[in-house]
């Protein structure tokens, strides 16, 4: 086992102290930083919009809860009417969440890219 673990050490400094037999570009280096920086930011960006979006969800939910204890008969109006419009009410929450999608992820990930890239 010893004898064996000797040839393979030789080999690996054999391997190291030899050039490869292809050459990387002279900016290899920052342009993996800047790739692995954009994959980066982008998980933060999209981390902190998920975030946001279950706060926004958490506190929704507990409004409701708290109307369902206080009083019932006022919530039932609440949902007749969001029943009534749900088109509209659907798409204002999907417009709210595409602005903060938009607000907590897009803008800040291209202003980052394009500082960046310059």
Request: proline share 3%.
């Amino acid at each position: 086992m010893l004898e064996k673990d000797k040839y393979t050490e030789s080999l690996l400094d054999e391997a190291l102290k030899m050039q490869p037999s292809y050459s990387l570009p002279k900016d290899f280096a920052s342009k993996m930083a800047i790739k692995v920086g954009r994959k980066m930011v982008l998980q933060q960006y999209l981390k902190e919009f998920f975030i946001y979006f279950l706060a926004i969800i958490g506190i929704a939910g507990t409004s409701i809860a708290t109307l369902l204890y206080i009083n019932s008969d006022t919530l039932q109006n609440w949902l007749s009417i969001a029943k009534s419009n749900l088109i509209s009410v659907s798409g204002i929450a999907f417009i709210a969440l595409f602005i903060l999608f938009v607000d907590k992820v897009l803008l800040p990930y291209f202003h980052y890219t394009t500082k960046r890239a310059f």
